[in-house]
Structures are given as C-alpha cells and as structure tokens.
C-alpha cells in the first residue's frame, strides 16, 4: 500500500507554545489530506480536510486560528497546533487518499502531543 | 452528514473461531466502506475495503458484506488467532475528496 509519513512521532511542549506535525505522502500525491484527532479508547474524529492549494475545510467545532493547516504541496500538509494547552493533548493522525481509481485513504504514524 | 454506528463495542472470542462486527451508516450516497485494524499506539492499517457496487468481498481470512438496502455493512473474521487482537473501526465515505466517518470501534481479544 502507500506510504504516509509523520513527524514527529511525540513532542511534549508547555502550554502556551505551538507545535507544528507535518504529513506527508511518501509515494504518491494526495491532493487531499485529512486530519484527525483521537483520544484515549475512542474512535477517530475529523477535524479539517486539506486540500492542495486551497483553504482547509474545518469541522464544526473545530478552531480555524488554533489548529492552522497548510497543504503546501501534492505531498506534504502541516498542522500547527497554536497556544497549545492541556486539553490539546492527544493523538493526531493524519491521512491521505491516493486518488484514481483506487482512491484508498491511508493513515500516517500518528503524533502524541502531550501539552504540559 | 453521515453518522455510522458499529457493534459491539468489545468483543471476546477463542482461538480459532469466527468474529463478526456491524457497522450501519445512515447516508445513503455514501459509496464506499474500509476496515481498519489499530493497534495500541499505532496507525489505523486498512484491512479490507467494499464499494457501493459490490455486495461481498474476500481477502484470505476476511471478508466484508455490504447490504445498501438496509445500509449496513459487516466484518468476519475465520478461524481467528491472537495476533488478531486489536480495535477494529468501520467507515464510510461518499468518493472523491470526501473524508472518512468511522465507527465507535471494536477491541476483539481472541483468546488462546
């Protein structure tokens, strides 16, 4: 299957601090990618849909100016988690789709991030 | 927008028998169907996936069915072993740049 990469694995920050988690597809291009955020024993939420070079589209409920998301490339999309605080800490998983007639939807590593 | 739920939440079985998990998803334009398998801590691996066109689809020891008629859509696993201990999630999508909704999940511990 494809390949989705993240980085990093797991970062630890004060809160107060942003943290950027970059995606990226390693063997083909994903005009879209996605992002998700899961917690302890739960299932996965979407919280923004990144299209190349075109605006995220959020989630409802989800903050636009707190969790920033740019598709910069066919391969790569960044989220950059603002003003981070405990409550942020989770497990962030991000996904791209191979598109064509395939159009399978893989997932990257995921990224701890524990907001202290 | 779609809204899938999935059953049962945990599942235990033994060694060497067979698990199934339902998921039912509400939108009726959703088209497609994966299973992912997760373990603690890791990614979601896509294990099996069925199309809207397609009633029932093998791999092996898996398989999926999909009844758009009542809009619900099943997992089996055969014979299964302890290495098939994990979080199964179900989801579904409408195609094209659409994302995924997923299921509550299932934890199934086969038993040895």
């Known amino acids: 299957g494809a390949v989705v990469s993240q980085h990093p694995s797991w970062v630890i920050c004060k809160s107060g601090t942003s943290v950027k988690i970059e995606c990226r597809s390693l063997?083909?291009?994903?005009?879209?990618m996605f992002w998700y955020r899961q917690f302890p024993k739960q299932s996965l939420m979407l919280m923004a849909t990144?299209?190349?070079?075109?605006?995220?589209?959020?989630e409802q409920g989800v903050e636009k100016d707190k969790f920033l998301i740019n598709h910069a490339s066919l391969t790569l999309s960044t989220l950059t988690v603002t003003s981070a605080h405990p409550e942020d800490s989770s497990f962030y998983i991000c996904?791209?789709?191979?598109?064509?007639?395939?159009?399978?939807?893989?997932f990257g590593p995921g990224t701890r991030l524990t907001v202290l | 927008g779609e809204n899938v739920e999935q059953h049962p939440s945990t599942l235990s079985v033994q060694e060497g028998d067979s698990a199934v998990i339902k998921c039912t998803y509400s939108?009726?334009?959703?088209?497609?169907f994966p299973w992912y398998k997760q373990e603690l801590g890791k990614r979601p691996q896509l294990i099996i996936d069925?199309?809207?066109?397609?009633g029932e689809k093998k791999d092996q020891r898996i398989a999926v069915t999909l009844n758009k008629t009542a809009k619900h859509f099943s997992l089996h696993i055969t014979e299964t072993q302890p290495e098939d201990s994990a979080v199964y999630f179900c989801?579904?999508?409408?195609?094209?740049?659409?994302?995924?909704?997923f299921g509550s999940g299932t934890r199934l511990q086969v038993q040895p």
């Open positions: 069925i199309r809207s066109n397609v």
């Open positions: 996904s791209a789709r191979t598109g064509g007639t395939t159009d399978t939807q893989y």
């Open positions: 989801a579904a999508s409408k195609g094209g740049r659409r994302a995924l909704t």
């Open positions: 063997d083909f291009q994903a005009t879209t």
């Open positions: 990144s299209n190349e070079g075109s605006k995220a589209t959020y």
């Open positions: 939108d009726s334009a959703s088209n497609y």
